[in-house]
């Protein structure tokens, strides 16, 4: 978070000296819109030459494997490499056979760290007291109630975010139908908890974070969507009468109608463009860390 706030204010033309000629490759198996084009930003604004390979555009798609393209992308200059992939843990089998920096762009069903760093840094930013100046403080979150609402079982942000949280004091509170939310869910770390009512669930709630139902995943699991929608969806009028103040959040993408309401998703509770802001800050953080571009703070 530090790293991420000296970055921002720091001037752009000193900021693009720290990575000048260095090359940051994004390997992105899977779709994406805000992780992809936040990292690329921050690696750009970082001063990097940036190469995207994606697997539909790549030799990827002739069956070469992760292996082969990392090696292929460290023959090439990379000196780090920003993946995003289907399978879990892969990231640790690329930094393994290229020993380059690996980043997270969410891998599988298991993490997305970067998502919930820039969630964390949302969060901090909206509820750190509005009359002061005060930086950033990354205990603010002692006392805070964190609601994460949906398909957990798929969510790599959910699992990221309910690690994360806990451990700078808020309390996450994991919401959803036993199709999407397993008892066992509860085991992922200390400070959480499970409520399967949604009103309930909202009362006392500070952030309200709604998860995408994903809709590819769901073959072979018991949810009727619309008994989903009677009784999960974030609309106007359970907002307000459960959480008037309560901060909404959304990791993208979002399926107006689905998990969400328009009304919801733009209104005035909704800070789902402010987590896309705080990405590229949060990113230029993690590539300017991994490529040891910040001196200033290693000696600090
Ligand atoms: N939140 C998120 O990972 O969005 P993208 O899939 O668009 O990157």
Redesign the pocket.
Known sequence: MQAASFLEKEDPLQRAHRLAKRRVALLFY?????????FELAAKGLGADTTLVSALSSSIEKGESLKDTGLTLRALGAECIIL?HPNSGAPYLLDRVTHLPVLN??DGMHA?PS?ALLDLRTILHRLRPEHTNAEIDESTLAGVTVLITGDILHSR?ARSNAELLPRLGARVILCGPKALLPECASEIGPGIAIERNFAHAMRGAQVVMMLRIQKERLAGLELNLNDYIAHYQLNAERLAENAPRALVMH???MIRGMEITSEVADGPQSVIEE?VRH?VAVRTALIARALDAMPELVSA
């Open positions: 899977e779709s994406s819109t805000r992780t992809r084009t936040s995003r762009a969410g997305h998502q942000v990791p993208g993408p987590q990405g």
